[in-house]
């Protein structure tokens, strides 16, 4: 299996555009993780999906962060609009089923200007 | 809220022992992990401990568990210098009847000086 796919690996983009990042889990996994890392806060939960569900978004920052799971082999986080404080690297990991391991992509480092 | 704490940087020689500590909040915790992030990647399982155990050892890995004061640490035995990146502790805690949210700790920088 190819691990955990996420896209962009890099983005850079301006104040007030839109992004999206995407993710596609590990096939056969049913639980899919949304993180976000900084130096300051280190790794913050933004929002998890069980079976394509979302189960619990509180650790999204404002209105502005939205995320989909359309079906089991794809998951997108959208900023709109994006500020210079979201600059972060996302993570998406997926799991199994709990509390089975949990696997990372490698990864979109936004950087908002 | 669940809280996960670990101290920031750590600096070892190589050869030496290092053991990076963390502390949880949640005493409902089932798992504990502890995960390494290496630079430009993602995270990856190094280890984990059912709550019910208060120790596992897995090669140079040893963890540590004290329930009752709800501390976790890893000990790596005989450290390399390919051992230098950002360590995570992680628990696993309830939500909804389903043991699925992993709250992870800020993470320690192993620094493995040559």
């Known amino acids: 299996d190819a691990g955990v796919i996420q896209s962009p690996r890099h983005e850079v983009t301006e104040m007030g555009q839109e992004v999206t990042l995407r993710c596609k889990p590990i096939?056969?996994?049913?639980?899919l993780f949304w993180y976000r890392q900084t130096m300051m806060r280190g790794l913050e939960l933004l929002i998890y999906f069980n079976n394509n569900v979302p189960i619990d978004d509180s650790g999204m920052p404002e209105d502005r962060f939205s995320a989909k799971m359309p079906n089991a082999s794809f998951s997108t986080l959208k900023i709109q609009p994006s500020e210079p404080r979201d600059s972060a690297v996302y993570f998406c990991?997926?799991?199994?089923?709990?509390?089975?391991?949990?696997?990372f992509g490698e990864g979109s480092r936004l950087t908002v200007l | 809220g669940e809280d996960v704490e670990q101290s920031l940087f750590l600096s070892v020689r190589e050869g030496d022992s290092s053991v990076i500590n963390c502390t949880y909040t949640d005493s409902s915790s089932t798992y504990l992990y502890w995960y390494k992030q290496e630079p430009g990647a993602g995270l990856q399982l190094l280890t984990y401990i059912f709550s019910n155990m208060d120790m596992k050892q897995d090669q140079r890995l040893t963890v540590l568990l004290n329930k009752k004061d709800k501390h976790l640490s890893l000990r790596i035995a005989d450290t390399q210098t390919g051992d230098s990146a950002i360590y995570f502790c992680?628990?696993?805690?309830?939500?909804?009847?389903?043991?699925?949210?992993?709250?992870f700790g800020t993470g320690t920088l192993l620094a493995v000086q040559p």
């Open positions: 992680a628990e696993s805690s309830r939500y909804g009847g389903a043991t699925n949210k992993l709250i």
């Open positions: 990991a997926s799991r199994e089923g709990a509390p089975g391991e949990l696997f």
């Open positions: 096939s056969g996994h049913n639980s």
